[in-house]
């Protein structure tokens, strides 16, 4: 594979990453964070795509920004069966070079499907099996959690649970998070799986539990603004009941090939090329949200 190829685009694209294609109304507030959201990295070893996803982080730190969200699937894969630990480590000491090329940000991460490791002989006897070592090595604090930053609250969710949802203990915890943040104040929600997609129509990949999730976020309406997804390696922007839903593409577009006969274009998953979202937060609780394809 020729890895300049990745970097190379038609006028089409162009107008993809110079073009604010899915940005909001502008607003007279002031921005107080400029926060860069990638997902699906889908880091590997293999087809010199240590080199090349390096490369475009180059690109995203063009932006000046205060800190990433990384929505998971940040290695290639450990979820499937037969994957060795010696695999699983390679891909994640390949996604150590990666975090380490722009060691001087903040990165908040969530736990993707295809990060943690099942097939493991021992389960639970073994520390590098499931979800918390996903988090270990994404440096999360818990699988699920929140922060804040000038005025933004930021929760991270963890959707990899029967039927795509939250588990009873995450729910309950996130009913409290909000009940207890002062009336108005902005909230970003960030999950590997979409709450809200056009694209699960023909893709799948939606929260199951998107109804109960819509409900809670009805009860906050005056806090929750935004809710970030990845999984589909599609984009696209759903807004309902004044919250914000952006399913931002993925960075590693087909998996870093070329794609196939669905794909719009070389290096596409079907009309979605490989990209990020820079995202800009005001201090009035609103937002905007552009994606920059990285075939340049």
């Excluded at 029967?162 to 207890?180: A, I, S």
Aim: a negative charge; charged letters at 20%; one cysteine or more.
């Amino acid at each position: 594979m020729n890895r300049r190829k990745f970097l190379k685009n038609s006028g089409a694209t162009l107008a993809i990453s110079a073009a604010p294609a899915l940005s909001m109304a502008k607003t007279k507030a002031k921005a107080v964070l400029t926060v860069a959201h990638i997902t699906d990295v889908h880091i590997t070893p293999d087809n010199d795509v240590p080199q090349r996803s390096i490369e475009c982080l180059q690109q995203v730190v063009k932006h000046q920004l205060d800190f990433f969200l990384n929505g998971g699937d940040a290695i290639m894969d450990a979820s499937y069966d037969g994957t060795s630990r010696e695999r699983m480590l390679a891909q994640w000491d390949t996604w150590d070079a990666f975090r380490n090329s722009v060691s001087d940000y903040e990165m908040y991460s969530c736990i993707g499907n295809h990060d943690p490791w099942w097939d493991v002989p021992a389960k639970e006897a073994d520390e590098m099996y499931g979800l918390p070592y996903v988090a270990k090595r994404l440096g999360m604090p818990n699988r699920y959690y929140s922060f804040s930053k000038k005025g933004w609250h930021f929760i991270i969710l963890d959707g990899n649970h029967k039927g795509v949802t939250l588990d009873d203990e995450q729910f309950l915890w996130l009913e409290n998070e909000l009940e207890r943040l002062p009336a108005n104040t902005p909230v970003l929600l960030m999950s590997h799986y979409p709450i809200l997609t056009v694209t699960g129509a023909w893709e799948g990949g939606q929260h199951g539990d998107h109804m109960k999730l819509k409900q809670l976020f009805y009860k906050h309406k005056d806090k929750v603004k935004v809710c970030l997804g990845g999984h589909q390696h599609l984009l696209d922007r759903v807004w309902y009941n004044e919250v914000q839903y952006y399913c931002n593409g993925s960075m590693s577009g087909f998996w870093w090939g070329e794609g196939d006969e669905r794909s719009a274009a070389a290096y596409y998953y079907q009309e979605t090329p490989p990209g990020y979202a820079i995202l800009n937060l005001y201090e009035d609780g609103t937002l905007d949200n552009t994606y920059y394809s990285l075939l340049q």
